[in-house]
């Protein structure tokens, strides 16, 4: 694609690169205060229990220790992202019902405040709490089968959330199918595993404000919670982020925020402290203190003509949403919309259920439940390509989405679909050609393998951009011109957080070019609530498109006062994105997205059937970013995403059991290292511009993450000729798929 762009399109150099490649560059954990006060908090450790009782006296009464908060300290006893349901610290005299209760290991019981971080870990051992042990609910079926405790009080069968679509008549169809595809899916929990454990530090500005700094997706909805939990005026609250190490959704629900917050407002109280505060989890503490990816079991069953026509699809998916909601419900939301692909059924009955447990809550990561809807139906997919020895790409371009088919949710899909595009696009980079049946299918299989044998496959994917069903999406900027006969500094304040991603320089980008200016001009004040408003959260691949919006109509508006002489010429904006509804409580029938974003994916493996090692040789990917930006980003978001599914796919894996994590270090819970991942990415940038996106744009940072692990597990498959219907493919179950190791009992 073609234009006149000065800035907008061109690979700039970060804006942060400088500072982070020379150390200069101040994450949470290096912010060092004088006077700092430390914390360390005391984790139940426990994955259900009632807490009878705690004695903190030993523990006060360590030299060096100033307090020791728990239950009774916390005004409002409760927060959540989307459902207040867990408590800040889980104790007696708490002011939530049932706020005594821990529901996981990572749930918060106490913190010691202290001279340092020695005499904070010391107090904490001090500290005496009475348990009683509760039954532990670690499975979801049996959760939500009338038999189990409820975990929360009015949540019956400890169903968080049910989502369900109708579409035709299902249970009709299935007699006019030739060819019936069955499976059923199991996908893994997944720690985020981001370079920087959470920090921050805490203390009192200079107009009196409770000042948190720290990393995290969105500073507009911590300042919220922390307010709510304190019962404060939410403008007693300031939220600043200091540089983020990484997020990936793990970021989005609240860590040590809240509580850095109490502990600076009870120790003004009692003792008039205004010293700082500062915390450092370790990596345990973090492996266990915040969320996971859900783990899912999805049912799905799947019809079609001969001819590959695809007639019917019945889907069930159980969400472990863990002890808590989180984001529990939109994560099911997006499940249920990906379960059957991007592909049109005439013909649907989906039920999605997210349950609670007594496992590690789990919350955001990339995808949002796009990767486990898109590995059921890529599998199926590719079952069905096989099942009827038909070539897998011309499969699915026989029964994509387009402009004006239906989507399971009985609309069209907004925004331009570019499916068929980003499919032919791979196709052709790849030199696709179908290689026939494998496996029990095909009379010449070889019953010995040899040691080492290649596959490849075809996966494809889409998923939304920005926040759905019936939310108001909406993000604010503004943009200040100073200067005399031209414009000498462009200050632009905005709140979107760049979690490593780029988005900051990107937003430049989009500035100087919207004003006609160098890009050395822009100045970005960012993420302070004291100074910047509502971006959004960096969240659902949707910052570029809503942020970008924004700071694209404050600069046109600038811009105008400019021309009128205003100086400084001063102008904000709040994009507002068309209007979403959420999907009908029966028949799923709504537009839950205002927008979305595609991708297609080849992947060839090498196996090596003595020891189960998967080797990626070569995955192809094309995705539809609408317009690049920066296209070097563009193309490190690619590469970043399929390494990230790779661990997913292939090594990480996260253990649980009876409610205990077995794996909380990088010791245990192995993620790729540079001998691990794909020998080669090609990353293929399609750019159909989205109608509503500054210069096009349509979100990205998802997409490549989506089809990864169904596109391994059928190149795998036409290796060696076995289905893999569960993850990680490690060694161990690649050899058991081959017989040579026995199974767990």
Partial sequence: MTDNNQVVGKSIKRIDALGKVTGQTIYPGDRNQEGELWLKVLFARRPHARILSIDTSEAKALPGVMDVLTAADVPINQYGLQVPDQPVLCGPGSSKKGGDIVRFVGDQVAVVIAENEEIATKARGLIKVEYEDLTIVEDVEFAMSGRAPQLHPGVLNNIADYKRIRMGDTEATWDQCNVIIEGIYQTPFQEHAYLQPEAGTAYIDEEGRITVRCAGQWTWEDQQQISHALDLPPEKIRVIYDAIGGAFGGREDMSVQIILALAMMRTYERYGNQRPMRIIWTREESIIGHCKRHPMIIYSKWGAKNDGTLLAADVRIISDAGAYMYTSNKVLGNAVLTCTGPYEFPHVTIDGYAVYTNNIACGAFRGFGGPQGHFAAEMQMNKLAEKLGKDPVELRLKNILDDDKLHVVGTTIPGGVNMEKVIREVAWKSNWSYPGKRGENNPDFPEELPRFVKGKAFAAGFK?????????????????????????????????????????????????????????????????????????????????????????????FAMRKWRREDRPAIAEATWLAPKTTDIDPQTGYGVPNFAYGYVAQMAEVTVDTETGFITVNRVIC??????????????????????????????????????????????????????????????????EPH???????????????????????SAVFDAIGIWFDEFPLTPERVLRGLGKVRSRI
């Fill in 622 to 687: 094309a995705d539809d970013v609408g317009k690049a930006i920066n296209p070097d980003q563009v193309v490190g978001q690619i590469e970043g995403a399929i390494v990230q599914a790779h661990g997913y796919t292939i090594l990480e894996d996260f253990r649980v059991e009876k409610g205990q994590i077995l794996t909380p270090h990088f010791s245990t819970y192995l993620i790729p290292g540079i001998y691990d991942i794909p020998k080669r990415v090609d990353s293929i940038i399609v750019e």
């Fill in 464 to 556: 939304n951009i920005g926040f759905s069903f019936g939310n108001q999406e909406n993000s604010w900027a503004e943009v200040e011109l100073h200067g005399k006969a031209e414009i000498k500094e462009a200050i632009v304040r905005i709140a979107g957080a760049d979690v490593g991603q780029g988005h900051h320089t990107v937003m430049a980008q989009i500035a100087a070019e919207s004003l006609g200016i160098e890009f050395e001009k822009v100045k970005l004040v960012v993420s302070d609530t004291a100074v910047t408003q509502n971006s959004g959260s960096a969240s659902a691949s949707r910052l570029t498109m809503m942020a970008g919006n924004a700071v694209k109509e404050a600069a046109e």
């Fill in 691 to 713: 109608p509503d996106g500054p210069f096009g744009v349509r979100g990205m940072a998802e997409m490549p993450y989506l089809p990864y692990a169904p596109v391994i597990a």
